[in-house]
C-alpha cells in the first residue's frame, strides 16, 4: 500500500523497540556493581542503553510542553534534552578526562552540522529549507567559535597560564547563555518551538507522569553514564584509539542518537524544513547553551576551561562553513546530503590523527 501507512509502521516500529530497550539501563548499572564483567562490554552495554534513556527524555520533555506552553517547553526541551550529554561531560570532568568533555561536547556540534542534516537530506531527497532558521543557527554557530577563540588562543601559548584561561572561560560562557537566551525569546516571540511531538503519534501524558518519567530516567542515565565514562579508557586503549576520538565520535554519537534518529524520520516522512531545524538548532543549542553550562557549573567539580585545540576549533569552522556552502540556496538533495555524510567522515578522520593532545 502507500508509503505513508509503512512509514507509520516503521515509527511505532522504532517506538517499541526503544521502549524495550529502556531495561538495558538498570540491567547495565547491576552489571556494573555487582558482578566483574569487563570494562570494554560495560562501555558498549553503556552506549548502547543511553540510546532508550534519551529517547524517553525527549519524548517526557516534549509533552512537558504541552502542559506548560511552547515558552517553558523549550527551555525543558533544551535542558533535559541535552541532559545525557551534560551528564557524561560532569562526570568525566569528575574523573578528570578534559579530553573526554571537550571531544563530546566539539563532536556533538560537528555530528549535528554534518552528520545529522547529512542523513536528513539524503533521507529526504529535493526539498526547500527555510534559510532564515539556517541563518541564525549559522550565526549562533559562528558566534560561539568566535568566543571560543578567546580562551583558546590564549592556551595555545607554550607558557600559557592554565588559571588565566579558566578564568576567561568563565564571562566567555555568561555572554554565549545571555545571548542564547535573548535569541531564544525572540525566536519564540516569532513562531512557536517546533516540537518533534507534532510528527509521531503521541498520547498525551499527564505532568505527573512527565515528571516521573524525567526524574527516573535522568536518574537512571547518571549512573549508566558513571559506567560509560569509567570504561571509556580502557575501551579505548583496547580497540587502539585515542580517548578524545572515542568521545569526538562515539560518545557525541550515542548522545545524541535519539534525536538524530527523530530528524532522520521526519526527514523521510518529507518534512525536510522541520529535519533541517532539528539538526542546525541543536547544533546552536549545543555550542551557545550547553557548553557554557557545563563550564560553569564545572566550577562544583573542577573549573573546566574552554582552551579547544587548534584542530577542534578547525573542525568546527570548517564544519560550519561546509553546511553553509551547501544549503546557502536553502534547496535540499540526496548529493547535498551525501557531501555532508563525506564531510563528516573526513573531520572523524581528523579527530582519529590528531589523538589526544
Known amino acids: 500500500m502507500p508509503r505513508p501507512i509503512d512509514r507509520r509502521y516503521g515509527a511505532r516500529v522504532v517506538r517499541r523497540i526503544l521502549f524495550t530497550g529502556l531495561a538495558l539501563g538498570p540491567v547495565v548499572v ?15 552495554l553503556s552506549a548502547i542503553a543511553l540510546i532508550p534513556l534519551a529517547w524517553l527524555i525527549g519524548e517526557a520533555t516534549e509533552h512537558a510542553g504541552e502542559h506548560t506552553g511552547p515558552g517553558i517547553g523549550g527551555f525543558l526541551n533544551a535542558t533535559f534534552g541535552n541532559a545525557p550529554e551534560l551528564i557524561i561531560s560532569l562526570i568525566a570532568i569528575n574523573g578528570g578526562l578534559t579530553e573526554v568533555v571537550r571531544g563530546s561536547l566539539v563532536g556533538s556540534v560537528v555530528g549535528n ?3 545529522v542534516l547529512g542523513f536528513s537530506l539524503f533521507a529526504g531527497g529535493r526539498g526547500e529549507i527555510e534559510r532564515w532558521s539556517s541563518f ?12 571560543f577563540l578567546i ?35 525572540y525566536s519564540l516571540r516569532r513562531h512557536h518551538v517546533v516540537h518533534l511531538s507534532s510528527d509521531t503519534e503521541i498520547g498525551g501524558w499527564s505532568l505527573k507522569a512527565v515528571l516521573a518519567a524525567l526524574g ?25 584509539l585515542s580517548d578524545f576520538f572515542v568521545a569526538a565520535v562515539i560518545v557525541a554519537i550515542v548522545g545524541n542518537a535519539a534525536e538524530h534518529g527523530g530528524a532522520v524520520i521526519v526527514a523521510y516522512r518529507g518534512k525536510i524544513k522541520l529535519a533541517a531545524e532539528i539538526a542546525l538548532s541543536s ?17 562544583l567539580i573542577d573549573p573546566l576551561a574552554l582552551g579547544f585545540r587548534k584542530v577542534e576549533i578547525g573542525a568546527l569552522g570548517l564544519s560550519l ?37
Do not use: H
Not at 600559557?160 to 531564544?184: E, H
Open 216 to 240: 527516573i530516567a535522568t536518574g537512571v542515565t547518571a549512573l549508566v553514564a558513571e559506567t560509560l565514562v569509567g570504561s571509556l579508557e580502557v575501551f579505548a586503549d583496547k580497540v587502539g
Open 283 to 299: 547544533s546552536a543549542q549545543v555550542a551557545m547553551f550547553l557548553i557554557p553550562t557545563v563550564t560553569l557549573l564545572s566550577w
Open 151 to 185: 580562551p583558546s588562543i590564549a592556551s595555545w601559548s607554550s607558557g600559557a597560564d592554565a588559571q588565566n584561561v579558566v578564568d576567561l572561560s568563565v564571562p566567555v560562557s555568561i555572554a554565549l547563555l545571555l545571548v542564547y537566551a535573548g535569541v531564544t525569546i
Open 136 to 147: 541564525l543557527s549559522f550565526a549562533l554557530v559562528g558566534l560561539a567559535i568566535g568566543l
Open 321 to 357: 562553513a561546509i553546511v553553509m556552502a551547501t544549503i546557502w540556496s536553502g534547496r535540499s538533495s540526496r548529493l547535498r546530503g551525501g557531501l555532508l555524510i563525506a564531510a563528516y567522515v573526513g573531520v572523524a578522520a581528523m579527530f582519529f590523527v590528531a589523538g589526544d593532545g
Open 30 to 44: 547491576a552489571l556494573n556493581y555487582l558482578t566483574d564483567l569487563g570494562d570494554t562490554a560495560l562501555f558498549v
Open 113 to 115: 552540522l554534518l552528520l
